[in-house]
């Protein structure tokens, strides 16, 4: 097989089919981005669960004067709950779960209260008496937040019992959704690549039909005849591949540590290596389904 002939065949044909061309690089490379757009959310919801579900804690939320009346008919918790319920966590039974905890009376919540909401006018509305009492728990394992949950849901004086992983699983069900709803995206994107690779490599054999008949009488093999056109899909794809993988790479550096991690200190974000070690998956895909199309398509042409 003569090489220079293969390549020459494919600098040609890149040549006549320019514009179509230029249109798989484009759709390859859009794909492939959202692809690893994709795969970038899927990483950092992991990054986050980890940290944040490490850190999440069960609050005790004492009855206040300000309670319904329904979870707390007693009123305001006594000092007598407060000790009952500190003497419980540090039982033999729930002692070997609760790393730690820690009490926050009704003006130490408030101080809290405005720390967090700083620039926020509510604090003008919002008094001590009105927050409640708290014990916050730290659990050795936080997976075992609903033991604290059952120990102390309709005791006396509590008005509830919350575990923050609750509200952690409701923030990233709907990141899990958006990281799906990208890569449905992604999948019609690369489903419209392959159809577009399959239709230009039809076009550049159809325009070098006589060539291929030529080929074909004189007892060229299919595979040699196949090989310029897979490589003319390949070469396309590889390109936007290419650009996908710098894409995702400036995504990283610039949105994700250069904004995202500067603006919200208090997570954890994916770096520039989780982003190379997608840049070479991207390249896998982009490359094994323009081969494939190319390879489906050319075959199709030949049997016809």
Known sequence: MKLGYVFGEVA??????????VSIVLVTFLSLTFVGTAALLQLQIGEMKNYWYDRAQVAVYLCSSYSPAEACPQGEASADVKTAIEAKLKDNTLSPYVEKYFFLDHNQAYAQFKQEFANNSVTKYVTADQLNETFWV??????DG????????????????RDQRTYLDQIFSI????????VGIASVMLFSAILLIST?????AFSRRRELGIMRLVGASNFYIQLPFVIEGVVAAAIG??????????IVQ????????AALPFTNFVGLSTGLVLVPILFGIGVLLAGFASIIAIKRYLRA
């Not at 990141?175 to 990208?182: E, G, I, K, R, Y």
Request: glycine content about 8%.
């Open 241 to 250: 591949s290419i650009l996908a993988g710098a894409a995702v790479l400036a």
């Open 254 to 261: 610039f949105f994700i540590q250069g904004y995202l991690a």
């Open 200 to 204: 230009t490599i039809r076009q550049s």
């Open 175 to 182: 990141l899990n959704a958006a990281s799906l709803a990208a």
């Open 146 to 161: 609903a033991i604290i949950t059952q120990s102390f849901s309709g005791v006396a004086g509590v008005e509830e019992v």
């Open 138 to 143: 730290k659990l050795k394992n936080p997976a």
């Open 12 to 21: 040609q044909g890149l040549k006549r089919n320019l514009s179509m061309v």
